[in-house]
């Protein structure tokens, strides 16, 4: 008799990580993302110095003379940026959501396949969906109280603010060395997300070109994991011949 070769071909573990069970939250971050940086205004005022996009200005601001500045003084493009400001940021609720799932659910992954840190990687990634979710509350507040006071808001934005970040740099820092193990995508959003949580002390603290560097690595990162859950095999079946 000959053998039967039909179950020679390898498959991964049971408890391997399968990131491509997470690809459907990853395609909303992507889409969510894209509606963003149509909605969001790329050009405003007075950015603080060193800064080039403004809703991350608006993010780190630590006066209220700072968010009038980038504003500006017309008042019909004060008005027009306002509007856009506000769609954007009501839309970002969205992209908080998805992002905090697909991110939660590669670290359970990653925890499936034997990396301790992942654990905390996943409390990590519902925190920052959660300081994001304060975050925007405040930006919302501060755009509907422009040319009045709410230096307190200010003050709860910046705590928000770091909050969420810390999070995610956080998040990178931990799972980069079981997404290096992995080789491909996954070991660019290590590298990219390792950058990126290098950078985010310094830019909380000086703000300018290492805020810009913190932002784009840890995005970056985010779509190198989309891609590579993307391009991960599928789930072999499990059910009898």
């Known amino acids: 008799m000959m053998p039967d070769t039909m ?24 889409l969510v993302s894209l509606v963003l940086m149509r909605v969001q205004p790329h050009r405003m005022g007075v950015l603080p ?3 080039l996009t403004p809703v991350l200005a608006l993010e780190l601001v630590r006066t209220p003379g700072e968010v009038e ?29 998805l992002y905090g799932l697909f991110l939660g659910g590669i670290a359970s992954e990653l925890r499936r396949g034997g990396s301790r ?6 409390g990590l990634s519902f925190f920052a969906a959660c300081f994001d979710a304060g975050e925007n509350w405040q930006l919302l507040t501060i755009f509907a109280h422009l040319g009045e006071k709410y230096d307190a808001t200010v003050s709860t934005l910046r705590l928000f ?7 995610l740099a956080g998040y990178f820092a931990l799972i ?6 992995r080789r491909g995508f996954a070991r660019a959003a290590a590298v ?6 290098v950078a985010t002390p310094l830019a909380l603290a000086v703000r300018g070109v290492a805020a810009e560097l913190m932002m784009n690595a840890l995005s970056v990162a985010i779509a190198l994991l989309f891609v590579a ?4 095999k599928p789930e072999p079946a499990t059910g009898g011949r």
């Open 7 to 30: 179950d020679a071909t390898p498959h991964p573990p049971a408890d391997a990580p399968q990131f491509r069970r997470w690809i459907a939250a990853g395609v909303g971050v992507v």
């Open 49 to 51: 110095s060193g800064m």
């Open 69 to 97: 500045r980038i504003f500006g003084a017309a008042p019909e493009q004060r008005v027009a940026w306002v509007a856009r400001m506000v769609h954007g940021t009501t839309i970002d609720f969205a992209l908080l959501a």
């Open 117 to 122: 840190a992942a654990l905390v990687a996943l």
């Open 161 to 167: 603010t770091s909050l969420k970040w810390s999070c």
């Open 176 to 181: 980069a060395p079981a997404l290096w193990a």
């Open 192 to 197: 990219s997300g390792v950058l990126g949580a």
């Open 229 to 232: 859950a993307y391009r991960s």
